[in-house]
């Protein structure tokens, strides 16, 4: 268990459909990555946060946007979804110093 | 940006046999550079890491070597098991919480 979780575990929903996938980091953790990995695929970085505020953007889509909260978990929130959306969603946490990403579980998403 | 390349992209070898995957990177900032083991439906897992004033680290069967000027650094695993079957992400990243890229992942199958 690295500490990091991720709720919900399974998401089924269908097209033009929105959702909202939450990530709580390890205590301390002030960094925090989103990632999508679709069917036997790498790891596709999508968006940091640290501290509250938006570090790092990678290949997110318009459709997708996230923030961080206060107590430092974050949402990721996916809009007008698409067949296409389907994958595992990945958040990952690193301390201050911001080396090692420890990962959560994953939410995995259907999109029917 | 950087940018990282992993090699080969499947890797099967027999039981007991040692197994090798290299990274290149292209951005001579990077100085940290983990390596993760990602089982099948599982999350991403931290299985050694190197930084840049190290040539090299070693934890039992694993070790990992970096090559600064040639920007390359390599996963060894000896003895491998029937349990080191999964698929190992290389990443690099400069200091400070810069988001890390990962390489595009190798999946390696140990035979019995």
């Known amino acids: 268990d690295s500490g990091v979780t991720q709720t919900p575990k399974h998401l089924i929903t269908a097209t033009g459909q929105r959702v909202t996938l939450r990530c709580s980091p390890r205590s301390g953790d002030l960094s925090v990555y989103w990632y999508q990995q679709s069917l036997d695929q790498g790891l596709q970085f999508l968006i940091q946060?640290?501290?509250?505020?938006?570090?790092a953007k990678g290949n997110i889509l318009e459709r997708f946007s996230a923030q961080q909260f206060p107590d430092l978990h974050s949402e990721l929130n996916l809009s007008s979804l698409e067949l296409g959306d389907s994958a595992l969603y990945f958040c990952?946490?690193?301390?201050?110093?911001?080396?090692?990403?420890?990962f959560g579980p994953g939410t995995r998403l259907l999109v029917l | 940006g950087e940018n990282v390349e992993q090699h080969p992209s499947t890797l099967s070898v027999q039981e007991g046999d040692s197994a090798v995957i290299k990274c290149t990177y292209s951005?001579?900032?990077?100085?940290?550079f983990p390596w993760y083991k990602q089982e099948l439906g599982k999350r991403p897992q931290l299985i050694i890491d190197i930084r840049s004033n190290v040539g090299e680290k070693k934890d039992q069967r694993i070790a990992v070597t970096l090559n600064k000027t040639a920007k390359h650094f390599s996963l060894h695993i000896t003895e491998t098991q029937p349990e080191d079957s999964a698929v190992y992400f290389c990443?690099?990243?400069?200091?400070?919480?810069?988001?890390?890229?990962f390489g595009p992942g190798t999946r390696l199958s140990v035979l019995p």
């Open positions: 946060y640290y501290n509250g505020e938006e570090r």
């Open positions: 951005d001579s900032a990077s100085n940290y």
């Open positions: 990443a690099a990243t400069p200091f400070y919480g810069q988001n890390f890229v």
């Open positions: 990952a946490s690193s301390g201050a110093l911001g080396e090692t990403q420890y």
